[in-house]
């Protein structure tokens, strides 16, 4: 494996909240600041561990998150999708100014721009927040990475970070499609439409096997994305895969 060009070591620190975006109907983005004022050195596709501490009965909750921002930008992004589970129901009434923990960066999920020149991200809602490190990445490196990006949201007002998406898609060498599964009449839709499966991969990937792939999103969706790609006989090693569920 090509060495990382980040120096990676993991630590336990502070981090303030520093924004909160409601991005769309169910997903936010949680940006933090390290209280040292640190930046975060981690390959992008990489977690952390963010711990929510209740003020008032000192109860920790930890859960993983990816780093939706680029390694060793000034702030740490998550892209949230808020579940009313244990921790996203706390979040729902988090204030900027809160200090958090974060232990990280972990994980194998990793993406090396010198290591990969043509890549297939495939990314189901929220598991768009790796693959937004992974863009930022090769746009400040100009590595010039040959993208294609196959993103799966149900509803056309789900895109995250719509309008940055856009913006990368200018400057990158990138074939972005964004498919919509439960379209609706008069929902303005003109992009693809459906679920994505081996069809779409080898309609818009046809050098499928020059191809890196890198997946993310919940456990059924990665299984599907997987199946998929072995029914296009893709090498099992040429497949990164990074589940939430
Ligand atoms: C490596 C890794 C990376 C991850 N990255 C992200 C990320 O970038 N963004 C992200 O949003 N998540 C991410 N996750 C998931 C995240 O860690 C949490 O599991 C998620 O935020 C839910 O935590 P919770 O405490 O709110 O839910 P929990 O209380 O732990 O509940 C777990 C699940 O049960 C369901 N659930 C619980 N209570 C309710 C309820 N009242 N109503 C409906 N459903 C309910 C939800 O579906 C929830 O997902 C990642 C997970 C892993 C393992």
């Known amino acids: 494996m090509t060495e990382s060009p980040h120096k990676i070591s993991v630590n336990q620190k502070p981090y303030v909240l520093t924004e909160i975006l409601k991005d769309t109907p ?21 977690f952390v561990m963010l711990t929510y501490i209740d003020k008032s009965t000192n ?66 809602g929220t598991g768009l927040a790796p693959f937004m490190s992974m863009l930022k990445e090769i746009d400040a490196q100009k590595a ?38 439960r379209p609706q009449e008069n929902d303005g839709w003109t992009g693809e439409k459906g679920h994505i499966d081996s069809n779409m991969i080898a309609k818009y990937a046809s050098d499928l096997n020059e191809r890196t792939t890198y997946i993310c999103g919940p456990l059924a969706f990665v299984k599907a994305m997987k199946d998929a790609l072995a029914g296009l006989n893709v090498n099992p090693d040429k497949i ?6």
Request: proline fraction near 4%; avoid cysteine.
């Open 59 to 124: 109860e920790k909750i930890t859960r993983a998150f990816s780093v939706a921002s680029a390694p060793n930008s000034d702030t740490v992004d998550f892209f949230i999708h808020m579940v009313h589970g244990k921790l996203t129901t706390k979040l729902e009434s988090a204030r900027v100014g809160d200090v958090y923990y974060m232990t990280g960066p972990y994980g194998q999920f990793r993406f090396i721009p010198s290591q990969d020149k043509k890549v297939l991200f495939i990314a189901g």
């Open 240 to 245: 990164k895969a990074d589940v939430w569920g």
């Open 26 to 46: 169910d997903v936010s983005v949680f940006r933090y600041k390290a209280q040292d004022m640190s930046t975060l050195s981690f390959d992008p596709g990489m």
């Open 144 to 181: 010039g990475t040959d993208i294609v990006l196959l993103y799966s949201i149900r509803f056309p007002n789900e895109i995250i970070r719509k309008d940055e998406l856009e913006e990368l898609e200018k400057r990158l060498n990138i074939r972005m499609v964004i498919t919509v599964t």
